[in-house]
């Protein structure tokens, strides 16, 4: 399989995760209920530390409930308190055993969560930990005929996965105690500047990349001319670089393909399957890293890189080539099998980015109506697949995917992600690769355009829509932080920055019917640069 047709599946596999998220900290909501005095708090997540017998044994996390008062946010000021489970155990009216002081253990269901911590307070518990009947976080709010609302309690919601650790050692009479607080998170992370800095670095370079590419091609196309060849037939030399441009039928089906695939992730998501999917991104993460190290490397080992060797079923392979490879199926495999170690998320950067860039140079859109065509789809497909989908799934599908959910692994590979560094909630901040490599796309034939219509960087349209790109990710990021850390389409707010200010400015300058149209003028004729007066 050539290059550029590898290339195309693992851009469609990319774009599987469009969404950016802080992983681990999503909260699905429950009820909707609008705020009102003594039910208006913020939606918080809780540490809540456990000690059986006066040895700490786990830390769980919970969200805090819209009534009641607020945590502590220091754990040293923390009160280490000993739980009691509920009698009825759902709460849902006076307990029968005696409180004094403890923290109330019960489960959710039967009754509202304001009865529940009613109950709880006039049995005399200083706080209520409601088990959730499914492995999620939900949040808790007031009923809309529960208008008097008056919990002096604090109540806390955890998940179906503490069951066994709480209940059970409850039960066996031993020592439970945990503690209660909630660490406020900085309002910016180190690890967000990073991954701006990571998504905005990988389209810079594979643009000039893609435009070097472009030089490149032009030059050798304008020898052939001058020498008088017959052989040169622009569409034909321009396709022999291993480029592969799409179109408006290609764009559409990009998008439903990916769609096809991201059901199909969603609905057979194991373990097993994300191991297929770490072998599909070794692959590809491994051919992009040596397709990256031998264009860099070929500058200083040309007859390296001119010189071939046959390889028995692989054909002819550049001796350069062949130093380079095996290093990058060590470092790919390396990574798989380590994978799951602090730091494996450098390895996992190196390949995704390799990845991008390799995608970026080989996938190229020939007009701005392509680009349109292309990024509109992916806006709509983002939209749908996080937002939308809950209607009919109950669930964000592309929130899920991402996760990895049900896989006993902390995502899929195909993704950017840096650990939040200075977060008392640790966890990662994450991108996905279609949120680079759509975008991408554009910006890069933008690049292309400049300069093969002798444009200054000013007067040009790569350096707006590059500003445009890193503007919108940069608004993902304070829509993310607005809500929650629910995740975030990312191309929502990327698409209308870039694509917006892209159209805008063409219109403005008179050049929109010529990007719109003709766009990339290497493609009619790629020896011969625009001038002014030719548009």
Sequence with gaps: MEMKNRAFYCAIFALLSGCLVF?????HQDDFAPARPGCNNNFVLVKVPVWINGKEVAEFVGVGARFGPTLESKEKRANLTRVALADPPDCCSKPKNKITGEVML???GNCSFVTKADMAEAAGASALLIINNRTELFKMVCKANETDV????PVVMLSLDVDATLIQST??????SIQLYSPKR??????EVFLWLMAVGTILCASYWSTWTAKEAAIEQEKLLKDGSDEYLSKETYSSTGVMEINIAS???FVVIASMFLIMLYKLMSHVFIEILVVVFCIGGMEGLQTCLVALLSRWFERAAGSYIKVPFLGAIAYLTLAVSPSCIAFAVL????RRVSFAWIGQDILGIALIITVLQVIRVPNLKVGTVLLSCAFLYDIFWVFVSKWWFHESIMIVVARGDGSGEDGIPMLLKIPRMFDPWGGYSIIGFGDVILPGLVIAFALRYDWLSKKSLKDGYFLWAMIAYGLGLLTTYVALNLMDGHGQPALLYIVPFTLGTFIALAKKRGDLNHLWNRGDPGRVCPHVQLQPDDR
Excluded: E, K, Y
């Design 335 to 338: 990574w798989a099998v380590f």
């Design 251 to 253: 764009a559409i089906l």
């Design 171 to 176: 039960r066996d009479n031993s020592n439970v």
């Design 150 to 153: 008056n919990v002096h309690i």
């Design 106 to 108: 019960a489960h959710r």
């Design 23 to 27: 992983a681990g900290d999503i909260i």
């Design 186 to 191: 900085p309002a910016v992370d180190v690890a």
